[in-house]
Structures are given as structure tokens and as C-alpha cells.
């Protein structure tokens, strides 16, 4: 091999290997003054040409001007790729780190409260029950009336409610008119202040026996840093022949050790409620500290977190749902969301959950 074609050689091999590990497109314009530069290796060996016997010049000619259309060529393409990748990546200075891992993006997820909602919904199709749905818009005969609650119950206080305004003053003649007289019959409507119409609701769709689950929104007239006038509740509800209040018992524990994922110690509180009798309260062992300390925020030192209401459903509940309660009886239970996924999720303050920014449900992502 000539002289020449050897060197042509040597450049194209050192500077196949020169452009492979090029990283940056500064790094890549010195290599470019370093092969085609005014002194830079293919032009040295160009100028050189004029030294060669005449007769040798056109050959090494075109090999030369080959090499130099092939540099240039895998220059450019070369510079095509870096800028790709550092539209991309992340600098670090003035120093392109291409092995960082790249800055990902933010993802859709479920609020914590849906995320709580599918999991406890879950749970109760595993133990045989189906998701019903009722009205957030409700009569204020489902709502009270038929849970036992007539206007003069001093229950009704507890739920302080947001009645929709009395048409009367403004009702038109006429067909207007019949339609408000109807309307007045069944009483005023509202938004519902729990979901425990629905247990009415789903008897007199479905009958007996029967097991529903019913989450959802609702309304109450309080607005304060531990209550919002809108939350999340689940009602469930088991109407079959001779249920015995232990079969109550032995479904929450399971729903509650199911959903915090380990045997929480639980007790089981009289209490009351209208539409239940007898009416107990569930208070679980506290999560965070399980009774350890004195000082705990969650449980204020109590050791127990109450969490969830429920009963054997009054009889006249049951009727109400157009089933006899002397053939079937059953027990229902409604419980908070929100303070369900508050519990779980550690998450101290309910105006979070009603908070735009997910940055801190995403907890060290930046978003
Ligand atoms: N409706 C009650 C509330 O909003 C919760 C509740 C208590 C639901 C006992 C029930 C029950 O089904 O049996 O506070």
C-alpha cells in the first residue's frame, strides 16, 4: 500500500472512532476542526497532494476528496443525533450527562378518595355484595322520611341540611302549579346528607335478599378545616332471612383488617341512629400509633379511631323498602371516605384532598 492510501486509512479509522465517542455537539465542531480544519488532519494530507509524482495525483485525488465527503457526511448525521438527545435530556452545567435517566412524565392517578372508594368497594364484592347508586338530588322523603326520620325528629339537626328554595311564591298557573302540588306531597327536595336513601331505594328496585354497597357524594351545610360541605360516603346494606348482628361484626373486621392490609384490634360501641336498632359504633385500633402514644394527632391519645356507623335495620326501614320485616331483617352501615382515606394515606389535612396541586401525592416527583 502507498504511503498515501495508508494514511488515508489511518485518518478514516481514527476518526470512525473519534465520532463514536463524541457526546456533544461542541465536542463534535472540535473533532470537525480537527479532521477539516485549515490544519486539521484530511486537509494537511490534501495540501500534501501537490508533492506527488503527477501521474499518482488524480487517484489519491478522488481518495482523498472520498474521505472528505464521507467525514462530512457522518459529521452532519452525527450532529443531527446530539441535538435529538439533548432536546431531551438533562444538562448538567454546561455538560450533557447522557446516562442521566430522563425526567419522565407526570402520569394520571386516581384521587385518593376514588383509589379508597375502589378498594373498599372491592373488598365488599369479595364478600358477595354489588355496587348500587342513588340521587346526590334527593326527596326529602328518601332521605328522612323513610329512614325514620319524620320533620320533627331531632335527628334531623345532626345533618344540617341544603334544601333546594320553595317554589311556591314563584310556581306558574296551572300546569305548574299541579306539578308543585305533587311535588309538595312528597316533600322538598334536597341534597342528600348521607347515602342511606339508597338502602330504600335499591330495596324497592331489587327486594329480597339482597346486598349492595352505595358510594358517593354528599352534601351537608358545614364548612370548616375538618368538615367540608361536600364529602364521600359509603352505606352498605344486607337484607336476608335471620342475619345475626355477629355476621355485621365479622364483615367489618374483615373490611377493615382488607383495607389497612393487617388484623387491627376493633371494638363495637352502642350508639344511635334512627333508621338502626340497635345502633353501634365501630372504633378501630389507632393506625398511626396503635395506642402508644399519649400524644398521637390522629387518635388524640385515645388509642381508637371511630370510623364507621351501623345496626340491624329498623324494621321500619325495611318496610319502608316495600320488604316484609317480618320475614327478612338485615344490617346496614355507612362510613366517611375521606377520613377512610385520610387514615390510610397519612394525609393530615381534609383541604388537601380538595386541593389542585397532586405534587404531594406524587410525593419527591416534580410536577
Ligand atoms: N347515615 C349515617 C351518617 O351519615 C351513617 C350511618 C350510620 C349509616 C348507621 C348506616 C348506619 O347505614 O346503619 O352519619
Not at 379508597?116 to 348500587?132: K, P
Request: negative net charge; hydrophobic residues 35%.
Amino acid at each position: 500500500m502507498s504511503d498515501l492510501k495508508q494514511q488515508v486509512e489511518n485518518v478514516r479509522s481514527s476518526f470512525g472512532q473519534a465520532v463514536a465517542s463524541v457526546m456533544a455537539t461542541d465536542a463534535l465542531q472540535e473533532l470537525r476542526v480537527r479532521y477539516l480544519g485549515k490544519k486539521g488532519e484530511l486537509t494537511t494530507l490534501l495540501k500534501s497532494l501537490g508533492k506527488l509524482p503527477p501521474k499518482e495525483r488524480p487517484q489519491a485525488g478522488e481518495a482523498l476528496n472520498a474521505l472528505r465527503d464521507q467525514l462530512e457526511r457522518e459529521i452532519e448525521q452525527k450532529k443531527q443525533e446530539l441535538t435529538r438527545a439533548e432536546d431531551t435530556a438533562v444538562e448538567v452545567g454546561d455538560r450533557l450527562d447522557v446516562t442521566l435517566p430522563s425526567r419522565g412524565r407526570a402520569v394520571g392517578a386516581f384521587h385518593p378518595v376514588a383509589q379508597t372508594m375502589h378498594e373498599i368497594v372491592s373488598i365488599m364484592q369479595g364478600l358477595g355484595y354489588s355496587v348500587a347508586l342513588g340521587p346526590e338530588i334527593e326527596e326529602e322523603h328518601y332521605n328522612f322520611e323513610c329512614l325514620n326520620m319524620p320533620s320533627w325528629h331531632p335527628a334531623r339537626d345532626m345533618q344540617d341540611t341544603f334544601y333546594f328554595p320553595d317554589e311556591k311564591e314563584n310556581a306558574p298557573e296551572g300546569k305548574g302549579q299541579r306539578m308543585l302540588e305533587e311535588r309538595m306531597l312528597k316533600g322538598r327536595m334536597l341534597l342528600r346528607t348521607h347515602t342511606s336513601p339508597v338502602q330504600v331505594r335499591s330495596m324497592l328496585q331489587y327486594g329480597a335478599p339482597l346486598r349492595i354497597v352505595c358510594p358517593g357524594k354528599v352534601y351537608r351545610r358545614d364548612n370548616d378545616p375538618t368538615h367540608s360541605p361536600m364529602f364521600n360516603q359509603l352505606e352498605g346494606l344486607l337484607v336476608e332471612e335471620d342475619v345475626s348482628f355477629s355476621v355485621l361484626k365479622g364483615s367489618l373486621r374483615e373490611l377493615m383488617n382488607g383495607f389497612f392490609e393487617r388484623e387491627l384490634k376493633s371494638r363495637f360501641r352502642a350508639s344511635y341512629f334512627p333508621f338502626t336498632e340497635p345502633s353501634m359504633e365501630l372504633d378501630i385500633e389507632c393506625v398511626e400509633c396503635s395506642g402508644k402514644n399519649p400524644n398521637c394527632r390522629v387518635c388524640k391519645g385515645t388509642g381508637w379511631l371511630e370510623v364507621c356507623g351501623m345496626g340491624m335495620v329498623h324494621p321500619f326501614v325495611i318496610r319502608s323498602g316495600g320488604v316484609d320485616p317480618e320475614r327478612y331483617n338485615g344490617f346496614a352501615f355507612g362510613m366517611g371516605l375521606d377520613r377512610m382515606a385520610m387514615l390510610k394515606y397519612g394525609i393530615n389535612d381534609l383541604r388537601l384532598l380538595f386541593d389542585g396541586n397532586v405534587s404531594y401525592f406524587l410525593s419527591g416527583r416534580d410536577v
